[in-house]
């Protein structure tokens, strides 16, 4: 029966270049393979051909039963299989096949059916191997176990992701369910009438900057237009020009981009002797196919393109005075020039590091997916779009790709694929009336079941989190659901439009021999707060301690800046002082933005990371707000403690933190940190002769420092009043010790302003620490009017 309905359908998709999906079920093994090889024959007999994909988990032995019975019944066919274990997944990430199988009986990793649902180009087939829906929840699969923290067992694991799975099969054309067990079809395809696909071929303008033999090797009419677009950067730009490219998953947007980089590198080759370009992406691995095409367009061009690897991946591309750089966000910051900058997935990089390639660099390129895997909503584009559209120092050029490479329009498994997972869910379009609601706070605070029994009200929950500045994967929906610590909560409007979204973790509570584990070094999972002070403040009792950890907090992107989020932290803490909880917790990348929310609500600093994070290229704080005496003792200690600690270590690890940001990790909460050592005699005396006299910052390095140290031990209370300009000259030039051309940028300030400010300062300083038994001048910020 498979094999006649497999044949059937999949001779009418190849003519549309859709895809369909045979999802069979069954307990047994042999037959789960027995309709595989059935589909595959009916796929081979409908004229599909190639090479495809088997997806298994050959850690258990069930799966490597099931792929080996399908690999005795496919010897002797004409179809190729790739036998991979899903750990290969992101390897196989951007590859193409022209069917693939995927054994998900063992696992259901969300990551892994998202980034393989790309892979199979049109009038191809995909099988999934499930058990019954009633036997899948009755154990835990691998993800579901990666869930687990100590203070749950496996019985309470949550099972909504395979209902979402299940439910999403039967709820989408294209989809046919097979009960292996009884033989029985429980769903057909449900597609009667295709519309035939009929190719355009793509056209070159008429008249092209860039080289035709570039154009040609274009598949679609929107990978022309974005080539099109690099014919800006030919001509001498007076301004800052910038290219923004966006496009759902699969449309050709990093091909186009290698091409468009090879077109224009070329052109601007024959102009100048050497041509600089810069290609960018938070991981190494999203640049893949951008280069890949970069080599072919420089190769039809002409050149014998050199090429430098590390550890497989390219990392350089030289062609007769073309070089192409490959480096992450963070080092671009730090080249001093480059001809082009191009970044990949760009909605991946933390905006701050966005900004600033924007100041730093003149012929700019932008871009990223919207939705699929790797897409992050339209979050980018309305945000730092926005931004760039308001700089007017800079020619912006926009363009979406709708065309899909891989399979025509309208593909059924793409279309599944984006429900299932929520890949495509938007936020609710607001009104006039949202807007007043929202001035008067007019709002419902929702908890979980209420935010789960309605789809759409769960797409407008997750599809905040899709347009806000998170990178969203399909793991993060699989966790949402399944994760036993895990929980939702949201802000609504009077009519039900969701505003707010935020997700919450429990965490403390644990048991002494947890504790004593942790101390000892071990990892304790899903337990971020507890872990920290443990293992850097030793406060064992803290971790028996319960609480909530704000995993991810997002407002609707048109009403940001609005008190929404303020509100939205009040209903969390009061629920979490209803439930009898101790504190609410955040982690998160540090910049100062962020951060000065967190402070103003405030969220205490208690955990800095020593590195930088090697995803985000940022450093992670964690924040605890104390909701009773108790907790706000810890917190007390763990706060004191780190403010000690980034005192000191902003010459080393944190010399890198912007002053703004230190300032708020400095943030007085009315806790004195015990007294440095006073100063010596000489030092006071080389201070005095800094202060008032000839005397060099050079030659008081040492006392400055002490007297700067002195200020930030002391509470408000004990402590002068310094304008935030004075305070961020006393963090880059004496804390950073950075030079003093770097210290003023940092500031904000001229660097002669800042040696004037500085030893203003020190006099104010000196007089409040240590006496008034000389007179000190009256202390001037003007010539630095305006810039604070």
Not at 46 to 54: E, F, I, K, W
Not at 282 to 311: D, I, Q, W
Not at 583 to 602: E, Q
């Amino acid at each position: 029966m498979i094999f006649d309905i497999v044949k059937r359908d999949v001779e009418k998709a190849r003519s549309a270049r859709h895809r369909r999906l045979i999802v069979l079920v069954g307990r047994d093994d042999r037959r789960l393979a027995e309709a595989a090889g059935e589909a595959l024959r009916g796929y081979e007999a409908a004229g599909g051909r190639g090479t495809g994909l088997y997806m298994f988990q050959p850690e258990f032995a069930d799966a490597n039963k099931r792929m080996n019975y399908l690999r005795d019944l496919i010897e002797g066919s004409s179809l190729e299989v790739e036998f991979r274990p899903y750990k290969d997944t992101p390897r196989i990430l951007g590859t193409t096949y022209d069917f693939a199988v995927l054994d998900l009986v063992n696992d259901l990793k969300p990551n892994d059916v998202g980034r393989l649902g790309g892979v199979v180009r049109g009038g191809g087939i995909y099988v999934f191997l499930v058990p019954p829906l009633d036997v899948w929840k009755k154990y835990i699969t691998k993800f579901q176990a990666t869930l687990l923290v100590p203070q749950f067992t496996p019985n309470d694991i949550k099972h909504r992701l395979k209902d979402r799975f299940w439910q999403s099969l039967y709820s989408h054309k294209g989809v046919i369910i097979y009960d292996v067990d009884r033989d029985v079809l429980l769903k057909s395809f449900g597609i009667e009438d295709v519309q035939p696909h009929e190719p355009k071929k793509p056209e070159p303008p008429e008249k092209a900057v860039l080289p035709l033999k570039i154009y040609r090797l274009a598949a679609t009419q929107d990978q022309v237009e974005v080539l099109k677009l690099f014919e800006v950067f030919y001509h001498k730009p007076k301004k800052k020009q910038a290219l923004v490219i966006i496009a759902d998953r699969g449309r050709g947007k990093s091909a186009a981009l290698g091409l468009g980089l090879a077109g224009i590198g070329h052109k601007l080759r024959k102009a100048k002797a050497r041509v600089q370009i810069v290609v960018s992406a938070m991981e190494y691995s999203n640049l893949e196919t951008l280069l890949e095409f970069a080599l072919k367009g420089l190769e039809a061009l002409g050149y014998k393109p050199g090429v430098e690897r590390e550890g497989g991946e390219i990392r350089a591309i030289k062609a007769s005075g073309i070089f192409i750089d490959v480096v992450t966000p963070y080092m671009l910051l730090k080249r001093e020039n480059a001809d082009i900058v191009a970044i990949d997935e760009a909605a991946g990089v933390p905006l701050p590091v966005l900004y600033a390639v924007h100041k730093k660099f003149n012929r700019l390129v932008f871009a990223t997916t919207i939705h699929g895997y790797e897409g992050a909503g339209r979050g980018f584009s309305i945000r730092f779009l926005k931004y760039l559209k308001e700089a007017r120092d800079t020619d912006v050029y926009l363009y979406e790709m709708e065309e899909p490479i891989r399979y025509g329009r309208g593909d059924p498994v793409e279309e599944w694929l984006f429900d299932a997972f929520l890949l495509n869910a938007e936020p609710a379009k607001i009104e006039a009336e949202d807007l007043e609601y929202v001035k008067r706070q007019e709002v419902l605070y929702l908890k979980e079941e209420d935010i789960l029994k309605s789809e759409e009200v769960f797409r407008q929950f997750f599809g905040i989190y899709v347009q806000a500045h998170y990178r969203n994967e399909p793991d993060d929906l699989g966790m949402l659901l399944d994760a036993p610590h895990h929980t939702a909560r949201a802000l609504a409007l009077p009519n039900g439009k969701i505003v707010v979204s935020v997700e919450l973790a429990y965490e403390g509570g644990l048991d002494d021999l947890s504790i004593d584990q942790a101390l000892r070094g071990l990892k304790l999972p899903g337990n971020i707060i507890p872990d920290r002070f443990l293992k850097y403040w030793r406060l064992p009792e803290f971790a028996k301690l319960r609480g909530w950890r704000i995993v991810r907090i997002a407002t609707h992107p048109e009403l940001q800046d609005m008190g929404l989020g303020t509100l939205m932290l009040k209903k969390i803490e009061e629920e979490a002082r209803e439930l009898g909880m101790d504190y609410v917790g955040v982690g998160f990348g540090v910049y100062d933005r962020l951060l000065k929310f967190w402070v103003r609500n405030g969220y205490v600093p208690i955990h800095l990371s020593p590195e930088r994070n090697p995803s985000s290229g940022e450093y992670s704080v964690l924040l605890v707000k104390p909701l009773n005496e108790k907790a706000e003792a810890y917190v007390k200690y763990a706060n004191i403690e780190f403010r000690r600690r980034l005192i000191h270590s902003l010459m080393g690890p944190y010399g890198d933190l912007l002053p703004t940001e230190v300032q708020l990790l400095l943030e007085d909460w009315g806790w004195d940190i015990d007294s440095p050592p006073a100063l010596s005699k000489n030092q006071l005396d080389r201070l005095i002769a800094y202060a008032y006299g000839p005397m060099t910052y050079e030659n008081v390095t040492d006392a400055v420092y002490m007297l700067a140290t002195q200020y930030f031990y002391s509470s408000k209370g004990r402590r002068p009043a310094l304008p935030d300009v004075a305070i961020r000259i006393l963090i880059s030039k004496v804390l950073q010790a950075k030079p003093w051309k770097e210290a003023a940028e940092a500031a904000g300030v001229r660097r002669g302003d800042l040696m004037l400010i500085l030893r203003e300062v020190v006099k104010v300083l000196l007089f409040y620490y240590y006496g008034g038994e000389f007179e000190v001048p009256l202390f001037v910020v003007g010539t630095v009017k305006g810039r604070d």
